[in-house]
């Protein structure tokens, strides 16, 4: 992986079939880069359930959209609020939202509760973190199934993409569909296929992978990384485990 020092923000951002374990992947991907600690990691929960938070044991207090919510409850009930003034307010609102653990913050997008578009909000949440972004060496981005609501919530700009399937044929075959709509809607550098979860490499052997998706390796069952989350612990505890040696040789080849 490259040095911290003299580099741009890499932004990786997590994409598959539900239940394919993105979430504790992120988890493990955000253990490895802040275990240097030169190293100033962001982990962004894109996902509604904010099951991130619990794979790395940090408590969740606000979200980006609890955020949203109370400004356009702010605009609907017609409390005026100038241009100046919302960017001020959204700023302050935004570092307070996020939650840190030494060289880790953590920033939730949680859940709309209002509906119908509210585009000039949209556009300055999404601007300020990406300004936030730029703070950190790395920003891990924790998606649900496809990459469209990373590039419509979250950010634009995704330097690595990286997609994520178990040893099924469903699971291949969206992360295949999301490679295909991302090279329409995504402005990436870099995109790999990690199989997760795999029992052995005879099972992955069998895979039928499309050519259009650079393999960066798989990552076996552990049961270690199991039991934690049963237990709902914190993956930033675990010392060692053959998962984690794995997903540090997919990062390898990603940043090689």
């Known amino acids: 992986m490259p040095d911290s020092q003299n580099k741009k923000t890499a932004v990786l951002a997590m994409c598959g079939k539900g239940g394919v374990g993105k979430t504790s992947l992120s988890a493990t991907i955000v253990k490895i880069l802040s275990s240097n600690p030169a ?43 100038d241009k100046t003034e919302m960017l001020s307010m959204l700023d ?23 509906e119908g578009c509210y585009c000039q909000v949209n556009h300055i949440l999404k601007d300020l973190i990406a300004s936030m972004a730029n703070n950190f060496d790395y920003v891990v981005i924790d998606g649900e199934a496809g990459i469209e609501q990373v590039n419509r ?16 044929r469903k699971g291949i075959n969206v992360a295949q569909t999301i490679k295909k709509v991302s090279d329409d809607v995504v402005d990436y550098e870099k995109a790999g296929l ?18 259009e998706l650079d393999c960066l390796g798989w990552i076996p069952e552990d049961e270690t990384i199991r039991s934690f989350d049963i237990e709902g612990k914190s993956i930033l505890e675990i010392d060692e485990s053959p998962a984690i040696a794995a997903v540090e040789n997919c990062l390898n080849v990603m940043f090689s």
């Open 39 to 81: 190293n100033k990691v962001l982990a962004i929960d894109a996902d509604p359930a904010v099951g991130l938070s619990t794979a790395l044991g940090i408590d969740v207090t606000k979200t980006v959209d609890d955020i949203r919510n109370e400004l356009i409850r702010r605009v609907e009930s017609g409390k005026s609020t």
């Open 92 to 114: 302050y609102e935004m570092f307070s939202a996020l939650e840190e653990h030494k060289n880790i913050a953590f920033l939730a997008i949680g859940r709309p509760e209002t």
């Open 153 to 168: 919530r979250v950010m634009e700009k995704v330097t690595h993409l990286i997609l994520v399937s178990d040893a099924s």
């Open 194 to 211: 990690i199989l997760n979860r795999l029992r052995n490499a005879e099972e992955r052997d069998k895979l039928l992978i499309p050519p």
